[in-house]
Nanobody
Framework: QVQLVESGGGLVQAGGSLRLSCAASGSAVSINRIGWYRQAPGKQRELVADVSSGGITNYGDSMKGRFTISRDSAKNTVYLQINSLKPEDTAVYYC?????????????WGQGTQVTVSS
């Protein structure tokens, strides 16, 4: 199994920046993809960005430009840099990993970290 712990959320003014971190732990697994989703109140959870084990990044619709995902494989940590924050970025940001164990693929989610952007 893979355990994910997010950090870095908080309250920030519009125009500010945040860097979210997601630390992955677990044994005998291979993480295929890891990344970030977000869910605003009353809305569906949506992809922000993820990155493959080979370093290929993928961004959700309208997420390119202000969001940057990066991965430190040595630390088993993935980061999400968010710049020029807008009130509509307010959401709970979740880390998700897709991992392989015993030849099967599984999903694992973190508990989420709240990002609130004030105008």
């Amino acid at each position: 199994q893979v355990q994910l712990v997010e950090s870095g959320g908080g309250l920030v003014q519009a125009g500010g920046s945040l860097r979210l971190s997601c630390a992955a732990s677990g044994s005998a697994v291979s993480i295929n993809r890891i990344g970030w989703y977000r869910q605003a109140p009353g809305k569906q959870r949506e992809l922000v960005a993820d990155v493959s084990s080979g370093g290929i990044t993928n961004y959700g619709d309208s997420m390119k430009g202000r969001f940057t995902i990066s991965r430190d494989s040595a630390k088993n940590t993935v980061y999400l840099q968010i710049n020029s924050l807008k009130p509509e970025d307010t959401a709970v940001y979740y880390c998700k990993a897709v991992y392989r164990s015993n030849y099967l693929l599984y999903d694992s989610w973190g508990q989420g970290t709240q990002v609130t952007v004030s105008s």
